[in-house]
């Protein structure tokens, strides 16, 4: 018997849009009509659900029958956990609360034989298909998916580590618990977490963490320039995107865009146009003698910064002309990827 086909990891690792559902119900019964509705993926919460893992077992052989691929949140990042979800045939796990590149390690090894793990041998299990899967054991990584929640403000610096640890598949950001990490439990849509939100996570364009793992994995000699000081100098732009231009931004954008026009606060708007305009007029200075943010190659410091200036151009304010920034953001969109990504509209 062959292993099975994990189908989310293979749509995920292909690009492919996938479309889900959490289930807290605690139902197969409720799982089994579910399964048949069309969507790609069920998640089966057993963190904030009275799920337990003889009740995930019967769920997940209710969705068996149709080709909705089915996830388990665990209750927390633990080997023993772990491995019983593995057993009875889980292949896609989200776990919570993974704060370091260190716990994200362990997550993965909690999934994985010896000698690239800790997961406990055992023959007979619903993974196997009690036996009858041939070499499992070396091949149960191949299906396997791993999901790691980050969800608090000092693993979101840390992000860039995280998705660097191999065997981590994704990453969720957990915004009711990182609201409370940063003060504002109960809230999930606060004006000063929901940026940290976009910057480091939700928008992917705009993580500079995402950017540079991208970057070292696939864009050696390109985006991550072979130049040291090239190298370097790209990185500097980037922190600037995250540090300077999208908090100046910040007073503009949400109130323009986020708030209805009678809750708007003009001061803070004005005060934002005046902090983000200082900005760009240091960046036009700086693109007066190169096509480039870090010089005459486009790198890894031009797409966050690109994220930042489009955002701006598309605020409804009137701007200080800049010629440098304008014939740069022209060679931006002349690039394939910019058709569709930063052309999509402003939310």
Known sequence: MELPHNAFKHAIREGRQQIGLWS???????????????????????EHSPNDLESVLTQAQAAAAYPTSTIARVPWNDMVTIKRFLDIGIQTLLIPYVCTVQEAKDAVAYTRYPPAGVRGVAGSTRATRFGRVADYARRAHEELCVLVQVETRDALDQLEGICAVDGVDGVFIGPADLHASMGYTGETSHPKVVPVIEDDGFVLWESNAIVRYLSRVHGAGTLWPDDARQNA???????????AAMPAMFGAFWNLIRLEPDKRSQAAIDESAAKTEALMAILDDRLADRPYVAGAGYTMGDIPIACAVHRWLGLPLKRIARPHVEAWMARIAARPAYDGVLTLPIV
């Open 233 to 243: 100098d790209a990185d500097r732009w980037m922190d600037w995107q995250t540090t």
């Open 24 to 46: 807290s119900l605690s139902s197969n019964y409720t799982v089994e009509l579910i399964a048949g509705a069309g969507f790609d993926w069920i998640l089966l919460d057993t």
